[in-house]
């Protein structure tokens, strides 16, 4: 399964390895690393269902459904109908 969030599209992105010593590392590079979402597996109860649904959202995903309500949004992502 690939680490992309279902709700806000995040995947995971490839950056520097540099730490907050970037004289230590200017000389001896450390290359690049993949950093990843902060993704969760949930088992949400929707209401308007009746039933439970498991996603697997970021973090961000999640203050979002929050915020909006977890039906609207996943009907927006095209999860449910």
């Known amino acids: 399964m690939a680490r992309e969030c279902v709700i806000t ?11 907050n010593r970037v004289r230590a590392t200017k000389y001896n590079p450390t290359g690049n690393r993949r950093r990843q979402v902060n993704m969760q597996k949930k088992t949400l109860f929707v209401p308007e269902l009746g039933k439970r649904i498991t996603v697997y959202v970021s973090a961000k995903g999640l203050k979002t459904m929050h915020k909006r309500g977890a039906y609207k949004t996943l009907k927006e992502a095209g999860l449910v109908k």
């Open 9 to 19: 599209g995040k995947k995971s992105i490839v950056g520097g390895g540099y730490s």
